[in-house]
């Protein structure tokens, strides 16, 4: 158990068009979502939480107009990357967690590369 | 969030036990210590968590200092599939924040 799904596991786009990543708990119900960015060679940097049918919690620095997530269902959040430029290229991974301070399961990532 | 300290890297040979170290000598009392690991190209891996007891699960054992200021993370048989980042993590909320890890390398 404890399955999420993150689609698409990779892709590539022109500088200015927007990308939407989706990240599914498949046999369980998600209370919070997270997503983080993780550049080459280092760690994971926590971008925003969210939770079901709420606004998402950014951390500092992340624009939120850039990235703009929504938590629609107890089993769907979505990452838009809007704009998106050459240094938004990135792995992007999103976690998900049944309640408050649960283990966080990860979905396999998405590599954005933006050209 | 409390800082925890991990070597950058370390090696085992395939089928010998590992002892993956962490010190957090500013944990407070409410804080959780989780160990989660990352595989090349993909997201992290739950591995075990503890608060003060010492654990065990099917993956791993973990090993708590009486004081709780240091843990280690025992996995029992390396295989080649346990190269991985390996991340000690205190977490008292929701939140987790990854630090470098330690880098583990499987000798066959």
């Known amino acids: 158990g404890a399955v999420v799904s993150q689609h698409p596991s990779r892709v590539i786009c022109k500088s200015g068009t927007s990308v939407k990543i989706e990240c599914r708990s498949l046999d369980f119900q998600a209370t919070t979502m997270f997503w983080y960015r993780q550049f080459p060679k280092k760690s994971l940097m926590l971008m925003a939480t969210s939770n079901e049918g709420s606004k998402a919690t950014y951390e500092q620095g992340v624009e939120k107009d850039k990235f703009l997530i929504n938590h629609a269902s107890l089993t769907l959040s979505t990452l838009t990357v809007t704009s998106a430029h050459p240094e938004d290229s990135s792995f992007y991974i999103c976690s998900a967690a049944r309640g408050t301070g649960d283990i966080q399961y990860f979905g396999a990532g998405t590599r954005l590369s933006v050209l | ?108």
């Open chain 2, 1 to 108: 969030d409390a800082k925890t300290t991990q070597p950058n890297s370390m090696e085992s040979n395939e089928e010998e036990p590992v002892h993956l170290p962490c010190n957090h000598s500013t944990i407070s009392g409410t804080d959780y210590i989780h160990w989660y690991r990352q595989l090349p190209s993909q997201g992290p891996e739950y591995v075990i968590h503890g608060l003060t007891s010492n654990v065990n699960n099917r993956m791993a054992s973990l090993a708590i200092a009486e004081d709780r200021k240091s843990s280690t993370l025992i996995l029992h048989r390396a295989t080649l599939r346990d190269a991985a980042v390996y991340y000690c993590i205190l977490s008292g909320n929701e939140k987790l924040t990854f630090g470098t890890g330690t880098r583990l390398t499987i000798i066959p």
